[in-house]
T-cell receptor, first 118, second 117 residues
Framework: GQQLNQSPQSMFIQEGEDVSMNCTSSSIFNTWLWYKQEPGEGPVLLIALYKAGELTSNGRLTAQFGITRKDSFLNISASIPSDVGIYFCAGPSGKQVYSGGGADGLTFGKGTHLIIQP | GAGVSQSPRYKVTKRGQDVALRCDPISGHVSLYWYRQALGQGPEFLTYFNYEAQQDKSGLPNDRFSAERPEGSISTLTIQRTEQRDSAMYRC???????????????FGPGTRLTVL
């Protein structure tokens, strides 16, 4: 099946630093998603990417859909304490049995743990 | 408004017992998904529904796992004859199903932490 490989597995940074993480796949994805999960909560969507080469921002977060459609990158600028959490990349499995719209199970990476030291 | 809710939040059971986990999606969301998340891993897709129809159950690990959504709203994930390896966080998500949308955002619930002793 599809697998998403995220790196790094964890990051220990100082507040104010910029963060970069990436996600690669052995197969092509037509949509790339970045989620954040905080302790005790479910994942929350940060950014969705739909087109190869697309660069999308959400505040201090910027994500890119790789040209090969097999990778994606997430950058966080000027990190703050509330950025702490686990960041997951994800993509639809591509089965879309139901043709009514974009409903599909997601494949997730293993996550990048971001820890910020004050 | 209310998000996705799941109950119970924690379930401890003995090996061999059956468990039923409940998911109440966001009102108006026609698609409902079940995932399992082991410690230190990302969520792993199990199955999903459009209204009451189960569209994809390819992620269910074996025939001890089943899910239903009889009225197209609340869903139940049932695990029969539980085993220790079933211990995990079970998460539910729901989404709209906008025709023509490339992707309909899935909103996740807080999960049910299942521990099988």
């Amino acid at each position: 099946g599809q697998q998403l490989n995220q790196s790094p597995q964890s990051m220990f940074i100082q507040e104010g630093e910029d963060v970069s993480m990436n996600c690669t796949s052995s197969s092509i994805f037509n949509t790339w998603l970045w989620y954040k999960q905080e302790p005790g909560e479910g994942p929350v969507l940060l950014i969705a990417l739909y087109k190869a080469g697309e660069l999308t921002s959400n505040g201090r977060l910027t994500a890119q859909f790789g040209i090969t459609r097999k990778d994606s990158f997430l950058n966080i600028s000027a990190s703050i304490p509330s950025d702490v959490g686990i960041y997951f990349c994800a993509g639809p499995s591509g089965k879309q049995v139901y043709s009514g719209g974009g409903a599909d199970g997601l494949t997730f990476g293993k996550g990048t743990h971001l820890i910020i030291q004050p | 408004g209310a998000g996705v809710s799941q109950s119970p939040r924690y379930k401890v059971t003995k090996r061999g017992q059956d468990v039923a986990l409940r998911c109440d999606p966001i009102s108006g969301h026609v698609s409902l998904y079940w995932y399992r998340q082991a410690l230190g891993q990302g969520p792993e897709f199990l199955t999903y529904f459009n209204y009451e129809a189960q569209q994809d159950k390819s992620g269910l690990p074996n025939d001890r796992f089943s899910a239903e959504r009889p009225e197209g709203s609340i869903s139940t994930l049932t695990i029969q004859r539980t085993e220790q390896r079933d211990s995990a966080m079970y998460r539910c998500a729901s989404s709209l199903d906008l025709a023509g949308a490339t992707y309909n955002e899935q909103f996740f619930g807080p999960g049910t932490r299942l521990t099988v002793l």
